[in-house]
C-alpha cells in the first residue's frame, strides 16, 4: 500500500507572491502621490517637476494593472503545477508496485483472537484493489491480465461493494485466496514484476 500525500505548499507560495507585489504595487504609489505633492509655498520647487494629478492616476492604474496581470500568470502557472501534481498522484502504480504491496501482506496476518483483523483485511482489499488499476492502466493491455483481473472482480462481486471489516472477515477465504491465487499467477510471469 502506498501512501501519497498532498502538498499545499503551492497556495501558501502563491499568497506570499501576491503579497509582496501587492506591497510593490502600495509603495509605488504612495512614492507616485508623495512626488506630486511636493510643494514650497510658490509651488513646486524648481529641481521638482509638476506632474498632474491625472498623471500620477495613470501610472498608479498601470502599475495596478501589471501586477493585476504578473498575479493571473502566477496563479496559472501554480495552477497547471497543481494539476500536473494532481495527475502524477492519480495515476496507478506500476504493477511490479503495485504486486509487491500485495506481497508484503504475506507479513501480516489476523491472529484468531482477532488482533490486527482490521488492518490486515482492510491493507490486502486496498492492495488488490491498486494491482487491479495498475494492471488495467499496463501497456500491455487488461487482456495480459485477463485472470487476475477475473478473480479480482468475482472478489468485488462477491463483496458487493461493501468493504467494511465484518464482511472483509465474512469473506476471508475469497479475499486472501484471490490474493493467493494472483501471487501464483505472478510467479509464472517473472516479466510483469522484476
Known amino acids: 500500500m502506498s501512501v501519497r500525500i498532498r502538498s499545499n505548499r503551492i497556495p501558501s507560495v502563491r499568497v506570499r507572491k501576491h503579497a509582496a507585489a501587492l506591497a510593490v ?11 506630486s505633492e511636493a510643494t514650497t509655498p510658490n509651488g513646486p520647487g524648481g529641481d521638482v517637476p509638476y506632474v498632474a494629478p491625472s498623471t500620477n492616476a495613470s501610472a498608479a492604474a498601470d502599475t495596478a494593472d501589471r501586477v493585476a496581470a504578473s498575479q493571473a500568470a502566477e496563479e496559472d502557472e501554480g495552477d497547471a503545477t497543481q494539476a500536473a501534481g494532481e495527475a502524477a498522484v492519480n495515476r496507478p502504480e506500476l504493477v511490479r508496485d503495485a504486486f509487491a504491496g500485495l506481497q508484503a ?15 490486515f483485511f482492510g491493507r490486502v482489499n486496498d492492495e488488490l484493489a491498486s494491482l487491479d488499476k495498475a494492471m488495467k492502466a499496463d501497456d500491455q493491455g487488461p487482456a495480459h491480465f485477463k485472470e487476475p483481473l477475473a478473480w479480482m472482480s468475482e472478489l468485488r462481486t462477491t ?3 461493501d468493504t467494511s471489516t465484518a464482511n472483509l ?3 476471508q477465504k475469497k479475499l486472501t485466496g484471490t490474493r493467493d491465487r494472483i501471487n501464483t499467477w505472478m510467479q509464472g510471469h517473472p516479466e510483469d514484476y522484476r
Open 159 to 161: 463483496l458487493g461493494g
Open 25 to 35: 504595487a502600495s509603495a509605488l504609489v504612495a512614492s507616485l502621490a508623495g512626488c
Open 169 to 171: 472477515q465474512k469473506n
Open 105 to 119: 501482506t504475506y507479513n501480516d496476518s489476523c491472529l484468531p483472537n482477532g488482533v490486527n483483523c482490521v488492518y
